[in-house]
């Protein structure tokens, strides 16, 4: 939010209080940025004070949900020898023989229990999984959950999530947070012009009361906070509907999709071998020979288990730890024979594929762990402040502040051309790959141009009353 006051000011014939000067390079830009920052600000701030409020609860899921779940997470006694992996899969197909196996994560550390994940249990949304917990020392059932996503959230965090992404409204729900991620950058860019545009002037407010005051918190935990607000607001679109699917088309035609592992089980016994009813997760050699296989390939703790789609297809082993240092190595194992017959490292990941792996696991909270997540708290707490702070002084304003009156239309005339053509050119192409952003600019343009013409007109028609008469 900026320091412009209300829009029933911003009709009125007076002139606006120029800013002081400033020999800033950034002082051209500041009318129409400040214009754009108070308005933008205004509309999305709503959503944006939604998504930090979800995000908040969601960065704090993490630590909940082990103390929520610790019965079905833990074992009742670390320890000894673990029983096979098919046993333990068999275990948790007996306590609940519906669906069908989809993956397997074996217990990847001492006291964790082992997940076996299946899809089309009646009663289970066709997104989500049922989680069965075995614990791997008794091959007893710790207990079942309902689970979604490649992060393995329980109905705690899931419920979070899917509030923060789409408030519980599915697809069409997700234009909300793209909405407010495709503007969340663009008002912290914003501010961070104005501020320094001003940092001199701004300097003055310290120690100072009511709106200067707030206007200075505002500035000041704007500026420290923005890196992160661009940064989560850039990580948040890469899996977005629109823009999202815009940045996976760019990364495909430069070559920088994220590769995958090839499940087409190879060799003449490809086919054979896979007797096991359907659905039971055992297939040809079997789930322990698979993990072995896995094993000889430097694939540690946690991987997942896929087992094969059909009698062509071969089993997907893949690591599924996201914290740094990123595991994410896959291997695919011929259910016939057990032998590896493709492999994909992280490590030859194509670098925006990298780059997006770990933007995504710390917007997500993941990367860091408990300091990632601390950190994503911290910066919905200052997103926020700010929100209300924002908010307070247009409050403040409009009961008859004078300080930083609204800079009136045709704030755009004032930059130099030599700003004004390449700042429109970015813009264009940024509201293209972003249509949250480029629509909802274009429509404020429109409306903000049929208004500037209403009020001219009536100017005109109020100047030439007196003359009539």
């Given at each position: 939010m900026s320091t412009a006051p209300s829009t029933t000011k911003d009709e009125a014939p007076q002139p606006a209080a120029a800013p002081p000067p400033s020999s800033s390079r950034l002082a051209p830009l500041r009318p129409l940025v400040l214009r754009l920052h108070f308005y933008a600000g205004i509309v999305v701030a709503p959503f944006l004070l939604v998504a930090a409020v979800t995000g908040f609860l969601y960065a704090g899921a993490f630590q909940a949900e082990k103390l929520v779940y610790a019965h079905e997470l833990t074992v009742a006694k670390a320890g000894g020898t673990k029983v096979p992996l098919s046993e333990q899969v068999a275990a948790a197909r007996k306590a609940h023989p519906q669906g069908t196996v989809s993956a397997v994560r074996p217990s990847p550390e001492a006291d964790a229990t082992t997940r076996v994940m299946l899809s089309g249990v009646k009663g289970?949304?066709?997104?989500?999984?049922?989680?069965?917990?075995?614990?791997?020392?008794?091959?007893?059932?710790?207990?079942?959950?309902?689970?979604?996503?490649?992060?393995?959230?329980?109905?705690?965090?899931?419920?979070?999530?899917?509030?923060?992404?789409?408030?519980?409204?599915?697809?069409?729900?997700?234009?909300?947070?793209?909405?407010?991620?495709?503007?969340?950058?663009?008002?912290?860019?914003?501010?961070?012009?104005l501020w320094f545009s001003r940092r001199r002037a701004l300097r003055k407010v310290r120690g100072t009361r009511g709106r200067r005051r707030t206007l200075g918190l505002h500035g000041t935990v704007g500026v420290w906070a923005a890196a992160g607000f661009i940064f989560l607001s850039a990580t948040g679109l890469t899996w977005s509907t629109y823009a999202g699917a815009n940045i996976d088309t760019l990364r495909t035609s430069l070559g920088q999709a994220t590769p995958s592992v090839s499940a087409t089980a190879g060799g003449e016994h490809a086919g054979h071998g896979s007797s096991a009813a359907a659905g039971a997760g055992e297939h040809g050699v079997g789930l322990d020979t698979v993990l072995a296989a896995a094993r000889a390939k430097g694939l540690t703790d946690p991987v997942e288990i896929v087992p094969p789609a059909d009698a062509s297809s071969a089993y997907v082993v893949r690591q599924v730890q996201r914290g740094w240092p990123e595991k994410q190595d896959s291997v695919a194992v011929d259910p016939a024979t057990g032998?590896?017959?493709?492999?994909?490292?992280?490590?030859?990941?194509?670098?925006?594929?990298?780059?997006?792996?770990?933007?995504?696991?710390?917007?997500?909270?993941?990367?860091?762990?408990?300091?990632?997540?601390?950190?994503?708290?911290?910066?919905?707490?200052?997103?926020?402040?700010?929100?209300?702070?924002?908010?307070?002084?247009?409050?403040?304003?409009?009961?008859?502040?004078?300080?930083?009156?609204?800079?009136?239309?045709?704030?755009?005339?004032?930059?130099?051309?030599q700003i004004l053509v390449p700042a429109v050119t970015v813009v264009a192409v940024?509201?293209?790959?972003?249509?949250?952003?480029?629509?909802?600019?274009?429509?404020?343009?429109a409306v903000d141009v049929v208004l500037g013409e209403i009020a001219h007109r009536r100017r005109r028609t109020s100047e030439a009353a007196p003359a009539v008469r």
């Open positions: 289970v949304d066709p997104d989500h999984t049922l989680a069965v917990f075995v614990d791997p020392y008794t091959g007893k059932v710790r207990g079942a959950l309902e689970q979604y996503g490649s992060t393995g959230a329980l109905p705690l965090r899931t419920w979070i999530d899917e509030f923060h992404r789409d408030l519980h409204l599915g697809d069409n729900g997700r234009v909300y947070s793209e909405f407010a991620a495709s503007w969340l950058w663009v008002i912290a860019g914003g501010g961070l012009v032998e590896v017959t493709d492999e994909v490292r992280f490590d030859d990941y194509p670098l925006l594929a990298k780059l997006t792996r770990w933007g995504i696991d710390l917007h997500t909270g993941i990367l860091f762990g408990l300091v990632n997540q601390i950190a994503l708290m911290l910066l919905a707490l200052c997103l926020i402040l700010l929100i209300v702070w924002g908010y307070r002084m247009w409050w403040l304003r409009g009961r008859g502040s004078t300080f930083g009156r609204p800079v009136p239309r045709g704030a755009w005339q004032q930059v130099p051309a940024l509201g293209y790959f972003v249509p949250l952003l480029g629509i909802p600019l274009a429509a404020f343009i």
